[in-house]
């Protein structure tokens, strides 16, 4: 007798149809043809990842950090606005760190989400850094440690977002609805409230889109992260042959996908978005369509694209209570991360670690995640 799914009741049995179709989640090795399979996979990998036109918009310091905001051209939609961040006293290149922000439904705010920039945050943002991050701007305490910290914008996000008014009527309706129904906290202005509504309904149109435009959500998001990461390896204060990656949730998502398609990532940090496919069966299918490639789960299981480049050091870190993934999940997912990695002869560059508590990132995580980095690039 099939297993019964409460999300697909007397459809549960499309499961093991579509089993019996081809192999669901195979193992896909570590190495160049996994690598490549994986960018075919995603689309948009066949374009220059040079950025255009790039300008420094400003600059500050505060708390010990130097910042920049700068801009650049993907060659298409609004320009790119990213952070960039490094200790004030400074005088050498230092390693840099790709800091990859969160989805968290949150998609008026992009690099906003973890850099305190030049202004104090606004409320809204207090509260968000209280909940998700240990109540802190974690790329400013990451630069405090001695990296030079990219927190680049993205396809969807703050200065990349769609406008709300060039959204279809159906999904500004539906916001509008829901606000109404359901108002926002004292702390989220309406505009805001609103707009991330939108956003979240909207994403669903944008995937059709990049479905027919023969890519991804995941293959967009990859592309750009790659034309940041180029930016950070262009510039002279960073060391070229020393640079990491963080994300937590969907910035973890970014982040395996960034490891997975770009050479010079020696040193990925994942946190909050780490399972098997089969983990999410049944369980929470809410998650952002970065962890959906259209069509991977016929060459393998997100934890092999996560480990796709190993031996390249990997650190992933799992809340043991995380309302996103099951704990069968996330112990499979580790389980296999651990086998890619002995596979290729170098089991310790994988590091896998548990921590109680729900969907986060805090000041634990961090301290153990920068002294990672620390021991792997710095």
Same mark, same amino acid.
């Given at each position: 007798?099939? !297993?019964?799914?409460?999300?697909?009741?007397?459809?549960?049995?499309?499961?093991?149809?579509?089993? %019996?179709?081809?192999? /669901?989640?195979?193992?896909?090795?570590?190495?160049?043809?996994?690598?490549?399979?994986?960018?075919?996979?995603?689309?948009?990998?066949?374009?220059? %990842?040079?950025?255009?036109?790039?300008?420094?918009?400003?600059?500050?310091?505060?708390?010990?950090?130097?910042? %920049?905001?700068?801009?650049?051209?993907?060659?298409?939609?609004?320009?790119?606005?990213?952070?960039?961040?490094?200790?004030?006293?400074?005088?050498?290149?230092?390693?840099?760190?790709?800091? @990859?922000?969160? !989805?968290?439904?949150?998609?008026?705010?992009?690099?906003?989400?973890?850099?305190?920039?030049?202004?104090?945050?606004?409320?809204?943002?207090?509260?968000?850094?209280?909940?998700?991050?240990?109540?802190?701007?974690?790329? $400013?305490?990451? &630069?405090?440690?001695?990296?030079?910290? @990219?927190?680049?914008?993205?396809? @969807?996000?703050?200065?990349?977002?769609?406008?709300?008014?060039?959204?279809? #009527? *159906?999904?500004?309706?539906?916001? &509008?609805?829901?606000?109404?129904?359901? *108002?926002?906290?004292?702390? +989220?202005?309406? %505009?805001?409230?609103?707009?991330?509504?939108?956003?979240?309904?909207?994403? !669903?149109?944008?995937?059709?889109?990049? $479905?027919?435009?023969?890519?991804?959500?995941?293959?967009?998001?990859?592309?750009?992260?790659?034309?940041?990461?180029?930016? @950070? /390896?262009?510039?002279?204060?960073?060391? *070229?042959?020393?640079?990491?990656?963080?994300?937590?949730?969907?910035?973890?998502?970014? &982040?395996?996908? =960034?490891?997975?398609? !770009?050479?010079?990532?020696?040193? +990925?940090?994942?946190?909050?978005?780490?399972?098997?496919?089969?983990? =999410?069966?049944?369980? $929470?299918?809410?998650?952002?369509?970065?962890?959906?490639?259209?069509?991977?789960?016929?060459?393998?299981?997100?934890?092999? /694209?996560?480990?796709?480049?190993?031996?390249?050091?990997?650190?992933?870190?799992?809340?043991?209570?995380?309302?996103?993934?099951?704990?069968?999940?996330?112990?499979?997912? #580790?389980?296999?991360?651990?086998?890619?990695?002995?596979?290729?002869? $170098?089991?310790?560059?994988?590091?896998?670690?548990?921590?109680?508590?729900?969907?986060?990132?805090?000041?634990?995580?961090? +301290?153990?995640?920068?002294?990672?980095?620390?021991?792997?690039?710095?």
């Amino acid at each position: 007798m099939s !297993h019964t799914y409460q999300h697909l009741g007397v459809f549960s049995d499309w499961v093991q149809a579509a089993r %019996e179709q081809q192999p /669901l989640f195979p193992a896909a090795a570590p190495g160049r043809e996994t690598q490549q399979r994986v960018r075919e996979v995603l689309g948009f990998s066949n374009r220059s %990842e040079t950025p255009r036109g790039v300008q420094i918009e400003q600059r500050w310091q505060r708390d010990g950090v130097s910042g %920049e905001e700068v801009s650049w051209s993907v060659g298409y939609g609004p320009r790119t606005h990213a952070f960039v961040l490094k200790p004030t006293e400074a005088t050498q290149p230092l390693p840099g760190i790709v800091a @990859l922000f969160d !989805h968290g439904g949150f998609k008026f705010y992009g690099k906003e989400k973890i850099v305190d920039g030049p202004a104090d945050p606004p409320p809204v943002l207090v509260e968000y850094h209280e909940r998700l991050y240990g109540g802190r701007a974690y790329a $400013n305490v990451l &630069a405090q440690a001695g990296f030079v910290v @990219l927190v680049p914008d993205v396809f @969807l996000w703050g200065s990349r977002k769609f406008p709300f008014e060039a959204m279809p #009527d *159906p999904v500004r309706d539906v916001s &509008a609805t829901l606000l109404k129904a359901s *108002p926002p906290a004292e702390t +989220t202005p309406a %505009e805001i409230a609103q707009y991330n509504i939108a956003a979240y309904h909207h994403e !669903h149109w944008i995937s059709k889109y990049c $479905n027919v435009l023969g890519t991804s959500l995941a293959g967009m998001v990859s592309y750009e992260d790659r034309v940041a990461t180029n930016y @950070l /390896l262009s510039r002279a204060d960073v060391i *070229p042959d020393r640079i990491g990656c963080i994300g937590l949730s969907g910035g973890g998502g970014r &982040a395996a996908l =960034l490891n997975a398609t !770009h050479d010079h990532i020696g040193a +990925t940090a994942i946190v909050g978005l780490m399972s098997t496919y089969e983990g =999410l069966l049944d369980h $929470n299918m809410s998650h952002t369509w970065i962890i959906f490639p259209f069509g991977w789960a016929r060459h393998g299981d997100w934890p092999d /694209l996560a480990a796709c480049r190993a031996p390249s050091p990997l650190l992933v870190q799992y809340d043991l209570d995380d309302e996103l993934f099951t704990g069968q999940g996330m112990r499979d997912a #580790d389980a296999r991360l651990k086998a890619h990695y002995a596979s290729v002869g $170098n089991p310790q560059a994988y590091v896998g670690q548990f921590y109680p508590g729900p969907h986060k990132f805090d000041r634990e995580m961090q +301290t153990a995640a920068f002294a990672w980095f620390k021991q792997t690039i710095q």
